[in-house]
C-alpha cells in the first residue's frame, strides 16, 4: 500500500521566519508526490508536485519541497512565511497513475 | 475562468433518507475524481471517471453510494438511507486528462451532516 504520513497536525511560526511542513511516504516504486493547500470553506488548491526530475520542487506562492529518497521524505518548505499562509496543508501520494492519497493535515499558523 | 462548482454546499438530511450532490467540472476536463473528507482527516478517493466512464469505484464505502456521469460532464454522488457515519465533506475534483501530470482541480465541497 502507498501511503503518506504528516508526523505534525500543527505548526506555529512567526511571519518572516522559515516555515516547514513535514511529509514522509511509503510506496513501493516511483513516488509520485503533491503538496496541497486547504483554505476555509474553499477547495483544495494545488501547491506542487514531484514525478521525476530535480529534487527540489518549487511550486505557487513561493512554496518548494524537497524529495528525498534516502529518508522517504517530501517536506514543504517557505523561506518567509506570511500570516495569509496559515491554512490547512496536505500531503499526496499516487497510488496509482490518477487518485490521490492524502497525509491527514497539518494545520499551519503564521503569527504577526 | 470557472473553477469546479457543487451543489448544494451544505445538506443537512435525517437518516435514512436519499441525498445527490453535484459536481460541474472544468469544461473540458475528462477525468472527475469524488473525494470523502471526514472531520479532522485528509481526503479519501471515492470514485474516478474518464468521460462518462467510471473507471474505479474501489472507494465507495458501500452500496448505498453511486455516482453517475452521463455525458461525461456533469456529475452527481448519490447517497441512498443515508447513516450518520456518512456526514462529512464530499469533495470533487476535475482534470484535463488522467494521469499523475495532469493537476486536480477541487471543488468547496458539500458538507453534508446526519441527524
Known amino acids: 500500500a502507498q501511503s503518506v504520513a504528516q508526523p505534525e497536525d500543527q505548526v506555529n511560526v512567526a511571519e518572516g521566519n522559515p516555515l516547514t511542513v513535514k511529509c514522509t511516504y511509503s510506496?513501493?516504486?516511483?513516488?509520485?508526490l503533491f503538496w496541497y493547500v486547504q483554505y476555509p470553506n474553499r477547495g483544495l488548491q494545488f501547491l506542487l508536485k514531484y514525478i521525476t526530475g530535480d529534487n527540489l520542487v518549487k511550486g505557487s506562492y513561493g512554496f518548494e519541497a524537497e524529495f528525498n529518497k534516502s529518508q522517504t521524505s517530501f517536506h514543504l518548505k517557505k523561506p518567509s512565511a506570511l500570516v495569509s499562509d496559515s491554512a490547512l496543508y496536505f500531503c499526496a501520494v499516487s497510488p496509482s497513475d490518477y487518485k490521490l492519497s492524502f497525509g491527514a493535515g497539518t494545520t499551519v499558523t503564521v503569527r504577526a | 475562468g470557472a473553477g469546479v462548482s457543487q451543489s448544494p454546499r451544505y445538506k443537512v438530511a435525517k437518516r435514512g433518507q436519499d441525498v445527490a450532490l453535484r459536481c460541474d467540472p472544468i469544461s473540458g476536463h475528462v477525468s472527475l475524481f469524488w473525494y470523502q473528507q471526514a472531520l479532522g482527516q485528509g481526503p479519501e478517493f471515492l470514485t474516478y471517471f474518464q468521460n462518462e466512464a467510471q473507471l474505479d469505484k474501489s472507494g465507495l464505502p458501500s452500496d448505498r453510494f453511486f455516482a453517475e456521469r452521463p455525458e461525461g460532464s456533469v456529475s452527481t454522488l448519490k447517497i441512498q438511507r443515508t447513516q450518520q457515519e456518512d456526514s462529512a465533506v464530499y469533495l470533487c475534483a476535475s482534470s484535463l486528462a488522467g494521469g499523475v501530470t495532469y493537476e486536480q482541480y477541487f471543488g468547496p465541497g458539500t458538507r453534508l451532516t446526519v441527524t
Open positions: 510506496v513501493s516504486g516511483n513516488p509520485y
